[in-house]
């Protein structure tokens, strides 16, 4: 189902784009799988997309929340993707019955925890950023943090990722399956100065 309409210039073309809501279709799953790999670059070796993918599409599916920039109609392939998940929700699996009563204990997610784990390694060890990423038994009571996927083919023009991130707060508010999220984690590439590059006036401050 489209969303809104909208137009893309560039210096080659002009062409007319629609926002679509995310599904869990094989086009966005293929789709997503690529966006992964090509945002984690030489660290997609660490992370099994596949799992990863389907998790964040399951879970536009569960919030009703998620959208996508298409130039070619429904069926064509998303040029950008922006969608959330909870991470409370998602550190682990749902309880499961085990001779015909529920389980005490929750396992932990293997479709997320490596990429929460990814995550915390490039933080620093007194980060914030750790307490939000893998949250105790009692700060689980005063935060419900929301990892932001934001997905965009690297030619895309960066000025149509903010209607994304309007829709995604606002389909979020109106879901009945999204909780209060009080923190919200935006996930995007970095860049690491190498070699030479550090000596010609380009390093920049470390951020947590």
Not at 21 to 36: G, Q, W
Not at 151 to 176: C, F, G, Q, T, W
């Amino acid at each position: 189902m489209s969303i809104s309409t909208f137009t893309i210039s560039t210096r080659m073309s002009t062409s007319q784009s629609c926002l679509f809501l995310i599904t869990s279709s094989l086009i966005y799953r293929i789709a997503v799988k690529r966006l992964l790999r090509q945002h984690l670059s030489h660290d997609d070796e660490l992370i099994d997309v596949h799992p990863l993918a389907e998790l964040i599409l399951s879970e536009g599916v569960r919030l009703g929340s998620g959208s996508s920039v298409k130039t070619d109609g429904e069926e064509s392939d998303p040029w950008a993707l922006v969608a959330a998940v909870d991470i409370i929700e998602n550190r682990v699996c749902p309880r499961y019955m085990v001779h015909g009563m529920w389980s005490l204990t929750r396992q932990e997610n293997p479709a997320f925890k490596p990429f929460l784990d990814y995550l915390i390694s490039t933080t620093t060890p007194n980060s914030p950023l750790r307490a939000i990423l893998q949250p105790s038994s009692t700060t689980t009571q005063t935060i419900r943090p929301a990892l932001v996927f934001s997905l965009r083919m690297l030619n895309l023009p960066l000025p149509l990722i903010p209607p994304l991130y309007k829709m995604l707060m606002s389909e979020l508010k109106d879901s009945v399956e999204a909780p209060n999220f009080t923190h919200w984690l935006i996930w995007g590439r970095g860049y690491k100065l190498e070699g030479s590059e550090e000596g010609m006036g380009l390093d920049l401050n470390p951020v947590a």
